[in-house]
């Protein structure tokens, strides 16, 4: 299965808000309410920060939120933090029991 | 809060078998599924397979028969083998905890380099 699309970079200052595009096809995104999105700082493991779409684990910051429209879901970040310059990576359950991620998009807090 | 840390060799020569072992602690191996993930250098990442407690695997079709999830005799370590391995399988290889469809818990991640 092909790796979902993100934008390889996107940007914002400190206090504004973002958002991360993270598209795939009927046979994951489209198909199923298990988008999940992880944050990986530099020579770390990543980390979970929402899961099924819009689901925001325990001690992940309200200011991180997730949705969906289609094949396409989104992360976004609002208040942004120069801690939260970081790669940011999609990932989908996808048709046959497997699960397939994006290539990544890089945050950088201006 | 469950810990887990990957340990084996980092490099490996080409056609030969790449071993890891993912140690889990804090929390029981029980009820969960566990996965291997790589990250190719400069790449995103790459779902390898998942192996449940009780033995049941599930594998990315990509590796297909070259790879082999099983749980150690320990029943805090899990262990990937990717047999047959070339340049291309040179990455930063994580463990992590599957709660169904997401990762709840990632290891710090090992660097394995494929070169004779």
């Known amino acids: 299965q092909s790796a979902l699309t993100q934008p390889a970079s996107v940007s914002g200052s400190p206090g504004q808000s973002i958002t991360i595009s993270c598209t795939g096809t009927?046979?994951?995104?489209?198909?199923?309410?298990?988008v999940s999105w992880y944050q990986q700082h530099p020579g770390k493991g990543p980390k979970l920060m929402i899961y099924?779409?819009?689901e925001r684990p325990s001690g992940v910051s309200h200011r991180f939120s997730g949705s969906k429209a289609g094949d396409t879901a989104s992360l976004t970040i609002s208040g942004l933090q120069a801690e939260d310059e970081a790669d940011y990576y999609c990932?989908?359950?996808?048709?046959?029991?497997?699960?397939?991620f994006g290539g990544g998009t890089k945050l950088t807090v201006l | 809060q469950v810990q887990l840390q990957e340990s084996g060799p980092g490099l490996v020569k080409p056609s030969e078998t790449l071993s890891l072992s993912c140690t889990v602690s804090?929390?029981?191996?029980?009820?969960?599924?566990w996965s291997w993930i790589r990250q190719s250098p400069g790449k995103g990442l790459e779902w390898i397979g998942y192996?449940?407690?009780?033995?049941?695997?599930n594998y990315n079709p990509s590796f297909n028969s070259r790879v082999t999830i099983s749980v150690g005799t320990s029943k805090s370590q899990f262990s990937l083998k990717l047999s047959s391995v070339t340049a291309a399988d040179t990455a930063v290889y994580y463990c992590?905890?599957?709660?169904?469809?997401?990762?709840?818990?990632w290891g710090q991640g090992t660097l394995v380099t494929v070169s004779s």
């Open positions: 804090g929390g029981s191996i029980s009820s969960y599924y």
């Open positions: 990932c989908s359950y996808a048709r046959g029991s497997t699960w397939v």
């Open positions: 009927s046979s994951d995104v489209g198909s199923y309410n298990l």
């Open positions: 992590a905890r599957q709660l169904v469809d997401y990762f709840d818990s």
């Open positions: 099924e779409d819009s």
């Open positions: 192996i449940y407690y009780t033995g049941t695997t």
